[in-house]
């Protein structure tokens, strides 16, 4: 439900950021309406990123991957980035084969993949600043 929820918002955010330019002068206050817009009974503050690490419990890269990824979400804790972790071996993602993957939308909707070694600052520098490449 939780993913259905960021999907639409998702959605909504780029549709009004492709209309931007056009729309009527109250473009800015129609994006801020939709961002208070009630979604599964839940308040929607803020549309921030949304970084989510895909692993299985059986790869020697991920345990290596674990540790540093726990240690990037305390440290932004209050920064208002959504993380969310994916067991690949329950719910299977579609077009996710290699473990650990580390994927993130962005505000604006664009995809991001962490392409870095298993390092604390390396991770969160690009968790908080992102290089967004076309994925």
């Given at each position: ?47 921030n990123r ?6 299985t ?21 209050g ?22 993957t ?33 994925i």
């Amino acid at each position: 439900m939780y993913r259905v929820a960021c999907a639409v918002v998702i959605l909504v955010v780029i549709i009004a950021a492709v209309h931007r330019g056009r729309l009527s002068c109250n473009c800015k206050a129609a994006t801020a309406a939709v961002k208070e817009q009630l979604i599964g009974g839940k308040k929607m503050i803020n549309l921030n990123r949304v970084v989510t690490y895909y692993y299985t419990n059986w790869c020697p890269h991920c345990k290596v991957m674990r540790s540093i990824w726990d240690q990037v979400v305390v440290a932004c804790e209050g920064s208002g980035i959504v993380f969310e972790e994916s067991d690949e071996e329950i719910n299977k993602t579609p077009g996710i084969s290699g473990f650990p993957t580390i994927l993130m939308i962005t505000e604006t909707g664009a995809r991001a993949k962490y392409d870095g070694v298993p390092d604390f600052k390396k991770l969160r520098d690009w968790v908080v600043s992102p290089i967004v490449r076309r994925i």
